[in-house]
Every structure is written in C-alpha cells, then in structure tokens.
C-alpha cells in the first residue's frame, strides 16, 4: 500500500470514530419534555381554582423553564410508588415531599434540599399531651402504612419497647389529621409543614412534641445515571435559592398559615361601620346589574379582603375582590386595585359560575355550590357532587355535598375522582363563613330599613 493510500485510510477511519451520545440532560431537552412523579397534597401538587398548584409543582415548573422544556406531572399513591417511577424509569425525577434518608439514598440520588421539616406528634384540644415517648404507651397512634412516620416509630421501638401503633393501609395523613381533629383518633405524625397548613382548618390541633431531628426534603432521580440532570438541578436549586426566590415560595405556601386568625364577628361590625359606607354603593349597583343581591357580593369582599381595595395576597391575587390576574383578564378588569371595577368583575365572574351550576338545582343551593367553586374550582365541585351520590347523598344539596367535600382530601376517595386532591374543608370554610357575614347583613340592613320607614311615618303622623 501506497504512503499515500495509507494517509487517505487513516483519514477515512478517524472521521468513522463514534461520537459521544448525548447526555439524560440533552435527551430531555430535546425531547421537550421532564416526566415529574409526585403526589396529590397540599404540599406537593394539586388542582386548586386557578389551576395546577402546589410548592413542588412550582418549584418543578421554575425548573423546567431555566431548561427550557414542559414538565409533566404523573401522580403516585405514596412513597413507595414514587420510588419505584425513579427505579423502573417511568419518570425522570420525583418531586414528592420526599426527605433524605440512608435507606432511600440506597435507591435514589437526591438534589440539594429545599425545606427543613421536623415529624410532630399531633394531638386534639382536651386529649392528654404527652411530654415524652415513654408516655406513649397504650395509647391509640396511627400513620399511614409504609411511611416515613411509620419508621421513625419503629426506631424509637428500640428504646421504648412497650411503643405501639397501628399502619393504616388506606388512611393518608391528612384523612388522619382530620380523625385526630374530630376526637376519633388519639395521635397521629406528621411533618411540621403539614402540620402548620392543616391547623388552619381545624383550630383545635396542637402539636404534643418532635418525634424525629430536622429531616430536609429534597428531589429525587435515578440512582445509576450519567449525573447531568441532577447537576442541572443542584445549580438550579442553589442559585434559587441564593435570589430569595425560593425563601418567598415557602412564605407563599406556607407564611399565610402563621398569620390566620378565626373569623372575629365583632371586628366585622366595627367594618361595617366604617368601611362599608364607602362601598355600598357599588356593590348595590353591580348587584343590580347582575342580579345579585348586593349584601352577597358584600359578603364575599369581605371574606377575601375585609373591604381593602389595596389588599395583596401572597399568591399574587388583589383587590377588593381579590381576582387573580387570569380572572381579572376574564372578566375585563384592567386595574385589579380599583374598587369599581374589580366589584363590577367579581359581580360577573360569581353570575357566571352560577350560571354553570345546573338549572335544576334551587336556590340558596345553586349559590353555595358557585361559591364553593370560586373558592375551590367548579371541577373540584363537580366530583363532590359525584361522590355525595355514590355515598347515598343528595347532590344538588349543599347540606349534603358540604359533607363529602373535605373527602377530596383523603386519598381513598380523591384517587377515584376526575381532578384529583382538593384542600377541601376550605371551600366548605369559605361558604360558611361568607354565610355568617350575609345573615349578619341582612338582619343589620332589615333593622335599619325598619329603622327608616318609622321614621318616615312618625314624620308624616299629624301632630296631636
């Protein structure tokens, strides 16, 4: 063979040389697309009103858009199916309120963590708190099968012998809160984030003491891959959390619940006096308009605002009526914080949800259902009703469907409805209390309309 030949073989068989295969981080990227496990919570991910919500759904979707991609979510029951979506590889990532463990890190590799949370002993008002785990025994405990709170249990097992409790196979935490709540249950474990969350809608929870040190939650992804999207998200989540954009997500989620007080009927009269004047009239008109009666809608800016028009949440919703942007683009409200128009938008955007309410269902019902469908999301609603008739109930009922709401809490129904987890004791919240403010309305502006109209007949009584 020629010098020549031999150079033109060389050539040929360094350009045959096979190139590197892109990395996970490249093939998802050019796919489009993030497959996400996660569960239905309050603290993960859920359908809430104004759509998709939850910390980790937002945490995720922040992430997905520094790589420029959508992000998927597929819901899990519990911790083990989560794991095994990484294990088999039907996700890419879980984002599932998950806390480094050895035994999980035997599994999966995890991301830098993104929350601090302790497991707390909860307990009811008027049921004994114990001060140490030695005065657990003979006590009725119960965490869901197969979790976290199950584990530390059987830890503590080793130093307290006579500990005992039972798994619920079928009960999620939440579902056990509640029990906890309504004097079934004794005790139960939770993570102080849910904890804090939960005690806003029932008072009456307290917190008997720490069952486990600080654990850190944290993403998780496969354990035997090339490293490059568990890179991307330890970049993403340190310098997140370096701008204080993840410090103001936690405050979003979690903030609010520090600061909820109960519903104080005697700093609601004091408003009517002086707040009340300033707007009543344009509540009566956008009443009119929309044939609604003023007091309700009244009602209702109270509950979402206490009659600021300047009031801010911290999920970005504003106004008197407190409209998210989404809404306030429905109904054609360009400025949020004026009180004219955002009454006039509410007014529309409450006729509308009735309006979607079935025809056949009577008032006041067809107006609860509405407004526990502007608290809570008209689908939501909607599998309430489903499951108020599968329990034998009525579901054209408020009193009925009122009941079966709060299930959508509780995996073992929520898992057999269209749209999934629901925060469902807070639209049952929501209407109740817009309810109270409504009576309390109506008897004050009867009082007063009885007021007037004896004035106006002593004014026109002959003198004697």
Known sequence: MTQRALLLLTVLLGSCTPQEPPTLLKQIQASGEIVVVTRNSATTYYEAAEGAAGLEHDLVQAFARELGINARFVIAENESEVIDSLVTGNANMAAAGLARSKELEQLVQFAPSYQTVKQKLIYRIGTQQPTSVDLLNGKHIEVPANSRYARSLQHLKSRYSKLSWT????????????????????????????????????????????????????????????????????????????????????????????????????????????????????????????????????????????????????????????????????????????????????????????????????????????LAAYNVGFGHVEDARVLTERLGGNPDKWSDVQQRLPLLSHQKYHKTTTHGYARGVEPVQFVNRIRNYYEALVKIDEEQQNSDQNKAIQLRAPAI
């Open 167 to 370: 798994e619920s196979p079928d009960k999620d935490t939440e579902e056990l809160i509640s029990l906890v709540s309504d004097g079934l249950l004794e005790y139960t474990i939770t993570d102080s984030h849910i904890y804090r969350l939960n005690r806003r809608h029932y008072p009456d929870l307290r917190s008997a003491m720490d069952i486990s040190t600080a654990e850190r939650l944290a993403w998780a992804f496969q354990l035997h891959t090339d490293g490059s999207l568990v890179e991307a998200a330890t970049n993403f989540i340190n310098a997140y959390s370096k701008s204080g954009d993840l410090a103001r997500l936690l405050e979003r989620y979690y903030g609010a619940a520090l600061r909820s007080n109960p519903v104080n009927m005697t700093v609601f009269h004091l408003r009517i006096e002086n707040r009340l004047p300033n707007y009543q009239d344009l509540f009566e008109k956008a009443g009119a308009r929309h044939n609604l009666d003023w007091r309700l809608l009244a009602s209702i800016s109270y509950q979402e605002s206490f009659w600021s028009p300047q009031s801010v949440s911290y999920t970005g919703v504003r106004g008197i009526m407190m409209l998210t942007r989404d809404t306030a683009r429905e109904v054609g409200v360009a400025n949020r914080l004026d009180p004219e128009q955002a009454i006039e938008g509410g007014a529309r955007y409450i006729r509308k949800l009735i309006d979607r309410i079935p025809t056949h269902i009577p008032e006041p019902d067809r107006v609860w259902l509405a």
